[in-house]
C-alpha cells in the first residue's frame, strides 16, 4: 500500500500488533490486548471511527474489533481472514491442538518474567521480503519460494518472540464473533489457493456478514506479495465507495 492514491485523502496509520515487528512484547496478548490497543491509539490519534486493514491475523483482529467496538469501525478491509471452520492444512491442525498450546505459552511467559528469553531477534523488513520473494518466484516461476518464505515456522521464530508466536498461533485459530452480528461495511479480498482455508467455504461464512463485499484474486494465500497492484485497487475502489455521499 505503499503506492495507494488512498494517501492523498486519507489519515493512513500502519500498526504492529503487539509482540509483532518493532512492538516487541513477551508478555500476554491476544484479541483483548489487540482490540484494547487499537482503541487507544485511535483514541490518542483523535480518530472517533476507522477503516480498518488487516491481512490473515490482522483480519480477523479487525473483525473482532468491529464487533466489540461497532461505533469505532467505519468499514473493514479483509484480506484472506482465517475463520475457524474454513482452515485448513498446517493451521487446521493447529485449531485442533490449541490446548496443548496453552501450558506450553504459559511455561515460556514465565521463564520471560525470569528474564530467560532470547536476548535479540533479526529485524523483519517486510518490504525487502517481498521484493526478494518476488524476484524468486519470477525466477522458479512456481510459488515454491513464496511458500518456503512464508510457511515456515522457523523463519518466523527468528523475528517473533517465541511466546508471541504461539499466542498469535492460538488467536488465529480460535473462533471469531458470530459474523451475521458484524454489520461494519467490509471488503473481503480472497485467495483461491487452499495453503491455510478452504476458499469456498471462507467465503460461503463469509456471506452471513450483512454488508460485505466479497472480490477474489488468484493468489496462495499472501495477496500483498502475490497480487499487490490488483489488492490496492480493489481497495482504492471501495474506499472511494465508501466515502461516497450516494453509496450503494
Known sequence: M??????????????????HGGSLHRGRIGMDEWCADLAEILE???????????????????????????????GLVLIEPMLRQALTGTLGRIARLRPLFVPVVRLIRALNALGLHRRSLVPLDLEALDRETRAAMVRARTADALVKRYAAP????????????????????????????????????????????????????????????????????????????????AIEEWCARLNSPGRP
Not at 505503499?2 to 503487539?18: P, V, Y
Request: glycine share 6%; proline share 5%.
Open 2 to 19: 505503499a503506492r495507494t492514491s488512498l494517501a492523498g485523502s486519507w489519515d493512513l496509520l500502519r500498526l504492529d500488533l503487539r509482540g
Open 154 to 233: 522457523w523463519l518466523d521464530l527468528r523475528t517473533t518472540a517465541s511466546g508471541a508466536y504461539l499466542q498469535s498461533l492460538i488467536a488465529v485459530s480460535s473462533a471469531l464473533p458470530d459474523l451475521a452480528t458484524v454489520r461494519t461495511r467490509a471488503l473481503a479480498l480472497l485467495s483461491r489457493g487452499t495453503a491455510f482455508s478452504d476458499p469456498s467455504l471462507t467465503e460461503r461464512l463469509l456471506r452471513a456478514m450483512p454488508n460485505c463485499t466479497i472480490v477474489t484474486l488468484d493468489a496462495h494465500h499472501w495477496i500483498p506479495t502475490e497480487r499487490p497492484d490488483e489488492m490496492r485497487r
Open 44 to 74: 490518542v490519534e483523535g480518530y472517533p471511527r476507522a477503516v480498518l486493514v488487516g491481512h490473515c491475523l490482522g483480519a480477523n483482529v479487525a473483525i473482532e474489533f468491529a464487533s466489540r467496538y461497532p461505533d469505532r469501525a467505519a
